[in-house]
């Protein structure tokens, strides 16, 4: 099998990743949560599937930014649809 | 791990030579994240598989191919030891593999599913590799 994986920190999910409706339909499971209300990952899975094609590199490409930059995060997010929960 | 650093890995077991092939990935996946990988062919012949991986203070991007059959569980004493305390989110490109996650479900996944998996949970997968 072939596949490209983002392993996220999950002290940063549950504290700064915003919630936001899952564009694919695939919540964090609740083990993950540790009782906390459901979140999604809305940009994380499309991400992959857009630089799926180009490499590890592009990958890093969309996701660094995202990581350091949390206003770019929010316009990627208006600008892409996603609800809040 | 410096703020703003980004590290490097890269695995390609069909550099090492046929017998160690095997060991050099096992030895490389336990490092990670603590999964055990099984064969049913012996380990010393040979086994392709690489890996890319990138990593910042808060993620790892990973590019994961196999190319053999072979099985990876992530035990409870597994998880012990690797102290993780990370999501995985997977982009399956090609191939597939039979999973068992969460003590339970198994479910089958091939190309363009994305699953996610918890580090912490015990789970099972059995790859049927795939060829480039």
């Known amino acids: 099998m072939s596949n490209y994986s983002v392993f996220l920190n999950r002290t940063y999910i549950l504290n700064e990743w915003p919630p936001g409706r899952n564009l694919y339909g695939a919540f964090l499971p609740d083990t993950a949560l540790a009782g906390m209300p459901k979140r999604v990952v809305p940009i994380a899975f499309q991400q992959l599937k857009h630089a799926s094609g180009r490499g590890v590199d592009a990958i890093a490409e969309s996701f660094h930014p995202l990581m350091t930059d949390p206003l770019r995060f929010r316009e990627i997010k208006r600008s892409q649809g996603h609800e809040q929960c | ?132």
């Open chain 2, 1 to 132: 791990m410096r703020k703003g650093a980004l590290t490097f890995i890269q695995l390609d077991t069909a550099l090492p030579p046929d017998k160690v092939q095997s060991l050099s990935s096992c030895d490389s996946k336990a490092e990670d994240v603590g999964i055990e990988l099984e064969r049913d062919a012996p380990w010393n012949t040979p086994f392709q598989l690489t890996r890319r991986c990138l990593q910042t203070g808060k993620l790892i991007l990973d590019r994961f191919q196999a190319h053999l059959q072979y099985r990876a569980s992530m035990t409870e004493k597994a998880i012990a030891r690797a102290n993780l305390n990370v999501i995985e989110m997977q982009f399956c490109v090609s191939g597939t593999n039979e999973a068992a996650l969460f003590g339970g479900n198994t479910q089958m996944r091939g190309p363009q599913d994305m699953p996610m998996i918890d580090l912490e949970c015990s789970f099972m997968t059995a790859d049927k590799g795939v060829m480039a």
